[in-house]
């Protein structure tokens, strides 16, 4: 359960910085589109592993993470496409990059060691 709260403490955090991202690019930079793209997929990984923390059953659990992982997977692209629009700075793309880095290895490990308990 304690690595469970990490990732939701980590995937919460990163979900403001993604809200605080999208706001900077719809203001300041103009950008709608994309910045709406990554706001919705920033945002839904930690809705869906909040919603995995109230699963029905593993099986339950393990299909919200999964959800989340895809979620983190797209948010990969688009910070991606943001960064090669030339929309982030080298280091603001670092930063962003290295804390979805690190959310898709948590989950990765978090599904793989709840299937491994699951058999």
Same mark, same amino acid.
């Given at each position: ?23 900077? %690019?719809?203001?300041?930079? /103009? @950008? ?6 990554? *706001?919705?997929?920033?945002? =839904? ?19 919200? %993470?999964?959800?989340?992982? /895809? @979620? ?6 688009? *910070?991606?496409?943001?960064? =090669? ?35």
């Amino acid at each position: 359960m304690a690595t469970q709260s990490v990732v939701g403490e980590k995937s919460l955090a990163f979900g403001k910085r993604i809200a605080k991202c999208y706001r900077y %690019l719809r203001d300041k930079k /103009k @950008e709608t589109v994309m910045s709406k793209q990554l *706001l919705r997929s920033g945002t =839904s990984i930690g809705a869906n592993v909040r919603e995995g923390l109230y699963a029905q059953s593993r099986k339950d659990f393990i299909s919200k %993470l999964n959800i989340a992982l /895809k @979620e983190a997977g797209e948010t990969d692209y688009w *910070l991606d496409v943001i960064h =090669s629009a030339e929309y982030f700075t080298d280091d603001e793309f670092n930063s962003l990059k290295s804390d979805n880095d690190e959310l898709l290895k948590l989950l990765t490990s978090i599904i793989k060691t709840t299937k491994t308990k699951e058999e």
